[in-house]
């Protein structure tokens, strides 16, 4: 057997672990919740918490309030917890189902079992504020069904606990004693914890105590709207600004036709000195066989569990795991084309001197309306499910400083550098041997999406890789893509984090 054929036959046994490998998670991801449901319960404690500010009394403040937080508050958050439940309680029915095959090994049993019961104490969680709300409505009745239900169940017994507190705080017989507090404070956060301790008070007939918590209160809601201006304010800024210089590109498009800056560079592709075989070789072996077979084997090896780690720790494994998966992936792109070598000219160009600044930040505005739009289209289609990538659900906790710079190395240097040099700089101008540019860019952008093994994240994310792609068609800079990918990053983050932050 000679050695090229022995290499492909290689090649094809990786490409079928991979692409087993690959459509396993995507089938996984199927089944899981979305960031975005959490997102939306995020925000309606900041919602909540704005929505007691004083000021927002006056009429003008209250017009324009209302883009922020909405005309009936309380009901929108009841019906954000009720979807949510809803969301959570449909992949609780699906775990449970996974759990009755016969064919599971010990290891996927304890993993069902215990991501069953994390859901269960999510739902009770979810019931357990619900009830504030409902109460906060005058639903009082309502509400102490919502927690005789935890009652009965036995759920976790903090949580069984403070259903009894709270049943208590709006029932007809309040059990009035000071330790009541520390107990709420311990249990609920957020608005949740304001709204219970007001209740303890009102009831108490305390007005000096009432009164320094509203005061209080009014300090956390002018934050919250703040922040919410700014979640809801900058997005769509951007969101506009993005519209009106994409119509502006058309506009020109259709004046100026082929000297329009959509058409730079529109059909010129690369020289392409290797074949397919060496692309083939670079993304199974480079990307998703390190990436999704060999590292996953080492760490399960290793016996690490990043879910038993704190925040901090956890922003370190997912950084030093990224960055074995970069160098590894990088270190199989250079041995593959480095026969080649000296490449052609435009092959993978940091031009440093140039107007790169103004293709990323232009990139960027594109991308905000063109993704949003396809991310609303396509949530129509996944209604909470489909997965999402895991580093969002830790940047939505991480309240930590140390552990935010990382997760924004992460995100915003490593995963910038790292795919743009590898889906811009290497895949795309190879597919152009064998594609137009068009379709290359098309292509490219697909397989983007692919490997972040998340099924409602492959529309939005294959928009997002057309823009990255066609910044980089254009201006053959990778500093310019790599620009445009690292505001998208840093504005998801950024989001995260300030939602995060409103839960305290």
Not at 186 to 200: C, D, H, P, R, T
Not at 254 to 280: G, H, M, R, S
Request: glycine share 6%; hydrophobic share 50%; proline share 3%.
């Amino acid at each position: 057997m000679s050695g090229k054929l022995l290499k492909r036959l290689i090649l094809s046994l990786l490409t079928f672990v991979a692409i087993a490998r690959i459509f396993l998670s995507l089938g996984n991801s199927l089944d899981e919740p979305q960031v975005q449901s959490r997102l939306e319960l995020y925000q309606a404690n900041l919602v909540l918490h704005a929505a007691e500010l004083d000021a927002l009394e006056d009429t003008e403040l209250s017009d324009s309030s209302a883009t922020f937080i909405g005309n009936k508050p309380l009901e929108t958050a009841e019906q954000q917890y009720q979807n949510a439940k809803n969301a959570v309680r449909d992949n609780l029915t699906k775990l449970e189902t996974q759990l009755e095959r016969l064919s599971l090994s010990a290891d996927d049993i304890e993993q069902l079992e215990a991501a069953i019961a994390k859901e269960s104490e999510f739902i009770d969680e979810i019931d357990l504020k619900l009830g504030i709300i409902q109460a906060r409505e005058g639903k009082t009745q309502t509400a102490l069904s919502t927690w005789d239900n935890l009652i009965l169940k036995e759920s976790e017994i903090d949580i069984s606990q403070t259903a009894i507190i709270l049943k208590n705080l709006w029932g007809r017989s309040p059990d009035l004693s000071e330790n009541l507090i520390s107990q709420i404070s311990v249990s609920l956060n957020g608005w949740f914890n304001y709204a219970a301790i007001e209740q303890f008070y009102q009831l108490q007939n305390n007005d000096s105590a009432l009164s320094s918590l509203r005061a209080q209160e009014q300090k956390i809601a002018s934050k919250a709207f703040f922040k919410l201006a700014l979640i809801s304010g900058l997005p769509v800024l951007a969101g506009v600004s993005g519209f009106i210089f994409l119509i502006f590109l058309l506009g020109q498009l259709f004046l100026q036709k082929e000297k329009a800056i959509l058409l730079v560079n529109n059909t010129l592709a690369w020289q392409t000195p290797w074949d397919w075989e060496i692309v083939w070789q670079v993304l199974i072996v480079g990307f998703f066989f390190i990436g999704q077979i060999i590292l996953p084997l080492l760490i399960g090896i290793l016996g690490l569990k990043i879910g038993e780690y704190t925040i901090r720790y956890q922003a370190v494994y997912v950084l030093i795991t990224y960055l074995l998966m970069a160098v590894a992936g990088l270190s199989v792109l250079y041995f593959s084309i480095k026969s080649f070598f000296p490449l052609p000219k435009d092959w993978f160009q940091f031009k440093f001197a140039s107007n790169w600044p103004l293709w990323g930040f232009g990139g960027y505005l594109i991308a905000v309306p063109l993704v949003i739009l396809i991310s609303l289209i396509n949530q129509q289609f996944w209604q909470g499910q489909g997965g999402s990538n895991p580093l969002l659900f830790l940047a939505l906790q991480a309240q930590d400083r140390v552990a935010l710079a990382i997760f924004f190395f992460t995100a915003c240097i490593a995963a910038p550098i790292f795919e743009e040099i590898l889906f811009r700089g290497f895949l795309l101008p190879s597919l152009t041997r064998y594609f137009p540019v068009w379709g290359a860019i098309f292509a490219s952008s697909f397989l983007f999406a692919i490997a972040h093994l998340s099924l409602s994240e492959v529309l939005p994310l294959t928009m997002l890789g057309i823009v990255l792609a066609v910044v980089y068609t254009r201006s053959r800079n990778l500093l310019a893509s790599m620009l445009v990918h690292c505001l998208w990053n840093t504005g998801t983050l950024f989001s995260l984090f300030i939602l995060g932050s409103g839960v305290n």
